[in-house]
């Protein structure tokens, strides 16, 4: 009889058991991370795309600029350093007028007086014209009559050019206006820095010059022109009746 041996039961394999270690650092993580900062940066960069060429803009190339031609510098009135019209400057009446004015110079009840009137000349037909603005001057002598120029800036600046004027006689005794003809200036530097005051030749003086003095105008009414004096290139009349007064007072020298 033979004995036949029982098959053995299969045994199931056994799996390995992992083995974690605890407490020790690892890399791994910050290696993920790492790759997935890369991938980003390449996203954001994208190195395969060309760059966009800049456009080419054509410019002139620069040129020098012509220079004018220099024109010679026109002459400025400069304030003077003369002795004699620096001394005028510090006499004169007619300081910064803001248009013509009437000017006087003359003996009254006060003694020796220049004066300067407020009126503005106008525009007339001729001496005879009645809406000349006039004034009423109540002197024993009239030295000088005359005007001073515009000066609204106060400059005192001499040589400047100064309009002709012109003095017409009407006596009271009536007849037509007469021109007199070559007045004289009575004070040089003033007359340089725009205030000019005219004397009478010998025929228009009052009496005859006496040594060391001035003649006086008759009494008479005086209308002074003032040529081509506004804009339009138009002359421009003042007034001036001169009474003489009782009395008699000295009369300054030259």
Same mark, same amino acid.
Not at 124 to 141: E, R, W
């Given at each position: 009889?033979?004995?036949?041996?029982?098959?053995?039961?299969?045994?199931?394999?056994?799996?390995?058991?992992?083995?974690?270690?605890?407490?020790?650092?690892?890399?791994?993580?910050?290696?993920?991370?790492? /790759?997935?900062?890369?991938?980003?940066?390449?996203?954001?960069?994208?190195?395969?795309?060309?760059?966009?060429?800049?456009?080419?803009?054509?410019?002139?190339?620069?040129?020098?600029?012509?220079?004018?031609?220099?024109?010679?510098?026109?002459?400025?009135?400069?304030?003077?350093?003369?002795? /004699?019209?620096?001394?005028?400057?510090?006499?004169?009446? %007619?300081?910064?007028?803001?248009?013509?004015?009437?000017?006087?110079?003359?003996?009254?009840?006060?003694?020796?007086?220049?004066?300067?009137?407020?009126?503005?000349?106008?525009?007339?037909?001729?001496?005879?014209?009645?809406?000349?603005?006039?004034?009423?001057?109540?002197?024993?002598?009239?030295?000088?009559?005359?005007? %001073?120029?515009?000066?609204?800036?106060?400059?005192?600046?001499?040589?400047?050019?100064?309009?002709?004027?012109?003095?017409?006689? /009407?006596?009271?005794?009536?007849?037509?206006?007469?021109?007199?003809?070559?007045?004289?200036?009575?004070?040089?530097?003033?007359?340089?820095?725009?205030? /000019?005051?005219?004397?009478?030749?010998?025929?228009?003086?009052?009496?005859?010059?006496?040594?060391?003095?001035?003649?006086?105008?008759?009494?008479?009414?005086?209308?002074?022109?003032?040529?081509?004096?506004?804009?339009?290139?138009?002359?421009?009349?003042?007034?001036?009746?001169?009474?003489?007064?009782?009395?008699?007072?000295?009369?300054?020298?030259?």
């Amino acid at each position: 009889m033979l004995l036949k041996s029982r098959p053995e039961p299969e045994e199931t394999p056994v799996r390995p058991v992992k083995l974690e270690r605890v407490g020790v650092f690892s890399w791994r993580p910050f290696a993920v991370i790492a /790759v997935v900062l890369i991938v980003i940066g390449i996203a954001i960069v994208k190195p395969w795309e060309r760059p966009k060429p800049v456009p080419f803009i054509a410019r002139p190339l620069p040129s020098a600029t012509p220079q004018p031609a220099r024109q010679p510098p026109e002459p400025t009135p400069r304030p003077t350093i003369d002795p /004699v019209i620096d001394a005028a400057s510090s006499r004169m009446l %007619c300081n910064a007028p803001p248009g013509w004015r009437l000017i006087t110079m003359e003996i009254d009840v006060l003694g020796y007086s220049r004066t300067m009137f407020g009126i503005d000349p106008a525009t007339a037909t001729g001496p005879t014209d009645p809406t000349i603005p006039t004034v009423d001057l109540h002197a024993t002598n009239l030295f000088g009559v005359g005007a %001073c120029r515009p000066n609204p800036a106060g400059l005192r600046i001499s040589d400047l050019p100064f309009n002709p004027i012109t003095i017409w006689q /009407v006596l009271p005794t009536g007849g037509g206006p007469r021109k007199v003809e070559d007045p004289f200036v009575i004070d040089d530097p003033l007359s340089r820095l725009g205030e /000019v005051y005219l004397g009478p030749p010998a025929a228009d003086a009052a009496a005859p010059a006496q040594s060391g003095s001035q003649p006086s105008w008759q009494p008479a009414r005086y209308v002074v022109e003032i040529s081509a004096a506004n804009s339009q290139d138009q002359a421009l009349w003042f007034g001036l009746d001169f009474t003489s007064i009782q009395g008699s007072a000295g009369v300054p020298g030259q």
